[in-house]
């Protein structure tokens, strides 16, 4: 007997997500995506992370030993003991490997073209670098075509899957003119519903002698291009970017075009970024390297996540943020890539899972709810992240017994099988 299937909240997509999920997928014209009516049992699983504290040992992964998983079209119809398992269409024998849920890299940069080999090659090296940063990746990007955009971001994300990230948000913020922040979110939003407009990246390089006249256009016109095509507003709120003022001017102009804030904060340096974030209700604070006693504790009275980006501490060889600080005050923390050709050029979640057991204090139980669970949570996404009925059938087969492995066995390509809304694409 087929399961039931599972409590659908969206049970609908539109033609729209459709697309972007073929887009996306490296499989475009596989069969596998019409076959998705069909009920897949995933059985001869030693570690199942569900991450429902309902479920399994009780703890915040509600891990299951020995157990399965029924896929039922796109999303989890069932999760538990092997031997209790039903019966289904098809059957996948997982051979005592881990399964757990898809990552969720909550903050990314990918619409972009060229790189910054040199820039970084001299920042490991002890060398002074005197060319432009971000303003380097903003002219390479503002010179490529739309099509040079979408087949760089394509690599990226085939690149992310392979590495198990099956939800991730990704950023404007490298055209900085009217033109090329639009074209950057259209583009983008044919690959993911978690688009987040940046125009207050930097201060474009066209209004260096007026940062007032770019916020005005930022929180104008530019706002006005973009808002279509964006569900998130950001601004980078630190010295030599976007002041405090400047910050809330962005996000509230962004909320009042219907976008949800979020926020670069208190990566470099402190500053009002934190406090800014809670006070606006924003999904997450990203970065949070440096932070009063204060912001720790605004940030565990609020709902605002505590996105940590550990790639960028990596790459800059900066100091990294406290995890153990922010979990022992009770914040929500999740882990993400920042993938960018400056800062943190990894598209890697197991790297940042091991660096953040490593060096930042977590747990590996904690580092891979926050790559999950964490990054669901600074999306306001309850229907990825987890592996229980209801929710996206989004999920990591690993070869390794145990989900620990990824902090465990750092570097090594664990990443055996990723399913996305039920198919298998890895
Ligand atoms: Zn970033």
């Known amino acids: 007997m087929r399961p039931a299937r599972a409590p659908d909240p969206d049970p609908d997509p539109t033609a729209d997500q459709a697309t972007k999920d073929a887009m996306s997928s490296p499989t475009t014209d596989s069969p596998a995506h019409s076959a998705s009516t069909a009920s897949t049992l995933i059985t001869n699983i030693a570690a199942l992370v569900t991450n429902d504290p309902s479920l399994g040992d009780g703890s915040p992964l509600g891990l299951i030993r020995d157990a ?8 989890v119809a069932w999760t538990g003991d092997r031997s209790k398992a039903p019966a289904t269409d098809n059957r996948v024998d997982a051979g005592g490997r881990a399964v757990l849920p898809g990552f969720v890299d909550s903050h990314s940069h990918l619409v972009f073209a060229g790189d910054r080999t040199e ?11 005197t060319a432009g940063g971000i303003r380097t990746t903003v002219a390479a990007t503002r010179a490529a075509t739309d099509e040079e955009l979408e ?15 099956t939800t991730f948000e990704t950023k404007s913020g490298y055209g900085l003119t009217v033109e090329d922040e639009a074209r950057a979110l259209r583009i983008a939003a044919r690959h993911t519903d978690e688009v987040t407009y940046l125009g207050a990246h930097i201060v474009s390089p066209d209004h260096a002698e007026d940062p007032a006249a770019y916020v005005a256009l930022v929180t104008g016109e530019m706002l006005d291009a973009c808002a279509p095509y964006a569900r998130w507003i950001d601004v980078f709120c630190e010295k030599g970017a976007f002041d405090g003022d400047q910050a809330r001017a962005v996000l509230t102009a962004g909320r009042a075009r219907g976008l949800h804030p979020r926020i670069h904060a208190n990566q470099l340096s402190y500053g009002p970024g934190v406090q800014l974030a809670v006070e606006l209700d924003a999904a ?5 390297t ?7 504790d605004a940030l565990a009275h609020s709902r605002t996540v505590a996105t940590l980006l550990p790639g960028a501490e990596f790459s800059t060889r900066a100091a990294w ?3 153990r600080r922010l979990l022992d005050a009770g914040v929500t923390v999740a882990l993400s890539t920042d993938c960018n050709p400056g800062s943190s050029f990894t598209s890697s979640v197991p790297f940042c899972v091991a660096l953040a057991v490593r060096d930042m204090g977590m747990t590996p139980d904690e580092a891979v709810w ?13 229907d990825v992240g987890r592996l229980s009925p209801g929710a996206y059938a989004d999920l990591v087969l690993l070869d390794a017994p145990s989900h620990v492995h990824l902090a465990y066995r750092p570097g090594v390509p664990l990443v055996t099988g990723v399913w996305r809304r039920g198919v298998r694409e890895v």
């Open 68 to 75: 399965a998983l029924v896929i039922d079209g796109p999303r």
């Open 119 to 129: 820039e970084f090659n001299a920042r490991m090296s002890g060398r002074a670098y």
């Open 151 to 165: 087949a760089n971001l394509v690599r990226y994300l085939r690149e992310a899957l392979r590495q198990g990230t």
């Open 284 to 288: 997450s604070a990203d970065h949070c």
């Open 290 to 296: 440096h932070l009063t006693d204060a912001d720790v």
């Open 321 to 323: 943020p406290d995890a």
């Open 370 to 382: 926050s790559a999950t669970a964490g990054g669901a949570r600074a999306l306001r996404r309850d």
